[in-house]
């Protein structure tokens, strides 16, 4: 009888715990929050699953009685989550949006807030208190995150877990004492590089258009060689221009100035390769490279931009951003060109170079259409999977690119110092007259004379 108890008692506490909605709190899914910070205020992301917030409200939400419910959630966000600066002032809050979606394939409300900081107030060490649902659901977690903060070199893509709140600790402290504009902008620096590292179709663009720097045009073909100094004006006019035009579009898209959608722009830098790898066949704009550095450096400064943009700063961070970003721009394009540069000098003084320019820029161009393609239908194809491919190798392509601009140095340093020799060990061909048939004049004949 005993027996037969227990095991009614065991099915009714099992039951429960499958049908009781408190039960389910034992299976919650976790909040987040995640902190942006900008020099003068300060935005939070707060993710708070539904299943857990319809716990805490007893109601049952969806899209309509969402807008329906939209005052009283915002009041309610705001009487559960707070800012506090060291001095004790809160940061005044105001909900900005409040909207369903998934998150790892689980409902979430999504709720965006900004919060002002008080006048004078610092932010080096502040307080953030969030019991939102663990008010009611006291096995809940709360992840508070900073994803974005430019003095403590946090760009969006890699957010620092803060703290854990929970029912025996509502608050999380975030310390920034540690941060400075200078590590946001050293940073900024290296995520320019990475950026222009990594996007080969900007590398191809720059090398593609440097490959005509050593030549002159006659007619409608490639025929001679600059010297070596024009060579390299030609190279700091293509690049000088390049990096102006970029400069420039990045500097008007990251301010809002001009905005266009990445899609197109994407399409447009696949075709500058395509433009330039016809002009390294055929001299269509010879002369010219400059100008079309510039104009294409547009273009692809609006890539940047948009690369730039989702850092999400304004203000000083944005201007300290953007100088670092183009900074690390411009020391990996130099770095490209320090590498390509001399192997190109010298092999434009040899028979091979009209082949390897031809071979180069067809490649260049198969790559480009490819890229086309795909930005244009959505879809990869077989040639930007082997390019693809290739870039993964980037690390051993510049090891081969360094040997071999070390090589023709040295190659065009022997060249040069042969020359030298050669002109100052040459003898004229022609020997001055001498008139045998006068006497030898001595030194004493001279003197009488005098």
């Known amino acids: 009888m005993w027996r037969k108890l227990v095991l009614a008692i065991a099915v009714c506490f099992v039951c429960i715990a499958a049908f009781h909605p408190a039960a389910t709190a034992h299976v919650t899914l976790t909040s987040y929050v995640a902190l942006d910070f900008d020099r003068d205020r300060l935005a939070a992301e707060l993710q708070l699953p539904l299943d857990q917030l319809e716990l805490a409200l007893v109601t049952k939400f969806d899209d309509d009685l969402l807008r329906r419910r939209d005052g009283e959630l915002r009041a309610y966000v705001l009487a559960h989550f707070a800012v506090t600066a060291p001095d004790g002032r809160t940061y005044a809050a105001e909900v900005r949006d409040l909207s369903l979606n998934r998150v790892d394939d689980a409902p979430y409300v999504r709720v965006q807030l900004f919060l002002h900081a008080p006048p004078h107030a610092g932010a080096e060490r502040l307080i953030v208190h969030d019991d939102i649902i663990l008010h009611r659901v006291v096995t809940h977690r709360i992840l508070i995150s900073v994803r974005r903060d430019f003095d403590q070199a946090l ?134 490279e400059p100008v079309i550095g510039f104009a294409f450096g547009l273009i692809h400064g609006l890539a940047f931009a948009t690369a730039l943009k989702d850092f ?19 020391a990996m394009q130099l770095a490209v060109v320090i590498l390509v540069v001399p192997s190109l000098v010298y092999a434009s003084r040899t028979r091979a170079y009209p082949p390897l320019r031809i071979f180069g820029a067809t490649l260049a161009m198969l790559a480009a259409c490819a890229w086309i393609a795909e930005r244009v239908s959505g879809h990869d194809n077989a040639v930007t999977q082997a390019v693809a491919g290739l870039a993964a190798h980037g690390q051993f392509a510049a090891w081969v690119l360094a040997l071999a601009s070390f090589a023709a140095t040295l190659a065009l340093r022997a060249s040069h110092r042969r020359a030298r020799n050669e002109h100052a060990h040459a003898r004229p061909l022609v020997q001055p007259r001498r008139d045998f048939d006068a006497p030898a004049m001595h030194s004493d004949d001279v003197l009488d004379q005098r």
């Open 155 to 288: 760009f969006g893509s890699e957010p620092k877990l803060a703290g854990i709140a929970m029912l025996s600790q509502k608050d999380v402290i975030i310390d920034r004492s540690a941060g400075s504009a200078w590590r946001g902008l050293r940073a900024a620096f290296v995520l320019g590089v990475h950026h222009i590292a990594e996007g080969t179709d900007h590398l191809l663009f720059v090398v593609v258009l440097l490959l005509v720097a050593p030549l002159t045009a006659a007619g409608a073909r490639w025929q001679g060689t600059r010297t070596l100094r024009d060579t390299l004006r030609a190279v700091c006019l293509i690049i000088t221009s390049f990096t102006v035009g970029h400069s420039l579009a990045l500097a008007f898209g990251a301010a809002g100035w001009l905005v266009v959608a990445s899609s197109p722009v994407e399409v447009l830098i696949a075709a500058s390769i395509v433009v330039t790898a016809l002009h390294a066949l055929r001299p269509f704009f010879a002369g010219r």
């Open 312 to 330: 999400g700063f304004h203000g000083a961070a944005l201007g300290l951003s953007l100088l670092g970003f183009n900074l690390g721009i411009e």
